[in-house]
């Protein structure tokens, strides 16, 4: 293959918190990125979107500024990513026809709620393999064609963010086959499910539907407007990749050929995740969870996603942060999370448990539940601040082994990614959760990299994901960290009663929120 001076491949990642566009070597080695702030609407009724005209903006200033670190004549390829599930809703001319629906979104709630009783959910399900949830499309386009039918017939094609990217630079409708089967479609076909999409109630929208493109084995080239837009050369292989949890769990290491590992994104949202063939795949009775489709033919990802990770941290830390305002004294959020390794160390493990459902949607994985909500357990008046921190570190953990538990046995390893891996005291609580050795991976823009490889493949560069991985993910594995065996026992112990607890609550839940209901009418 020559490159004709092209030694680069760019990774974008359209994430809810931030956008950013990488740029790459091709053997893998992260050279220059450039970031903006996300900026999204959340409203008291559960609605969380954005307006898909700036995403595109910010997209394309970040990818401005990084042509003109590296050079437009360096790059071989672009590759887009981005927060998956959600409903960005094209018209006319390929317009906005409104605000881009987020996987934040809970309005849809009453559409899964109804679903999910139904027999056929079995069948939807087995397809799929994933339990149905406000975050996705397909329970949001039901819910608009019975709140807002106008909107739908406005709409041309549903797409999510990164489609929306990607008809933004190069003129094309399409999605990737992860996206499109879990929610439209079969794992094991890699192709829609019309039986699936008449049980949503959408065969009449089965238009708004755009056609699967696999951006491992088909590029588009840039368009002369985003060129203009971007600074990048027209006609550059621009390729679709697959959605940001498939890329982030590809870059962390999830697949290296004949090891078998999970994958935990410690991110703002949790995921927990295991490659298997697909006719490995084992789906729960409880019919949750995910399963998507790797760029690696007849290799699938089974997942069970938290709505809410580094989130509780967040959350917690900003309680203490306003408190110390309040009494005129600042602090930044950095400043509190360089704190948190010396928390953990000066407290106390197991001295009450944290259920980590902060999302205002609820939880997602590995059950269903929109009117889920965070709670301490075991709070007593010998508990200070760091005491709540590890414990809600430590639900955090107890929440990822009830996610491997519902997909079968844990892994015999587990990659953990997301800026939180950083912290030696969260791995060693991880760990010891899991009780199973875990790597941090030192790779700092996973998702951005994931969808790199996916160009790298498409273009060229490597015959296959496999070779791509091995320059590409194998490298930045850290060392294996052996879980603490007295922890791991402990844990193990409460673990039962971390599930309980969650199991109990639910009848609570369902009036809290029938209360909160009430009081909005």
Partial sequence: ???????????????????????????????????????????????????????WEDCAYTLRELVAKVGAARIMAVAVTAQGDGTWLVGRDNAPVTDGWLWLDARSAPVVNRLRSRDGDIARFASTGAGLNCCQMGTQLAYMDETS???????????????????????????????????????????YNDDVIDFLGLTHRRGLLPPIVDGSQTTHPLSNEAAKQTGLLAGTSVSLAYVDVVCTALGAGIYTPGQAAGCTIVGSTGMHMRATPASGVKLNEGRTGYVMVLPKPGYVAQMQSNMASTLNIDWLLKVGADLMESFGQKISHSELVARIDQWISETKAGTMLYHPYISEAGERGPFVNSDARASFNGLSSNHRFPDMVRAVIEGLGHSSRDCYDTMGEIPPEVRLTGGAVRSRGLRGIMAAALNRPVRAVSREEAGAAGAAMIAAVAVGVYPDIDACVAEWVVPTLGEAEAPDQKLAALYDELFASYRNLRISAEPFWADLAALQEKKNV
């Fill in 1 to 55: 293959m020559t490159n004709n001076g092209r030694d680069l491949i760019i990774g974008i990642d359209a994430g809810t918190s931030v956008i950013k566009s990488v740029a790459f070597t091709l053997k893998g080695e992260q050279i220059a990125a450039v970031a903006v702030p996300n900026r999204y609407t959340a409203r008291a009724d559960g609605a969380a979107f954005q307006p898909l005209d700036q995403t």
């Fill in 149 to 191: 039918p106008e909107m739908l017939d406005q709409t041309e094609v549903s797409l999510h963010c990164k489609d929306w990217l990607y008809l933004n630079l190069t003129g094309v409708r399409a999605t990737d086959p992860s996206e499109a089967n879990f929610t439209f479609g079969n794992y094991e076909s890699r192709s």
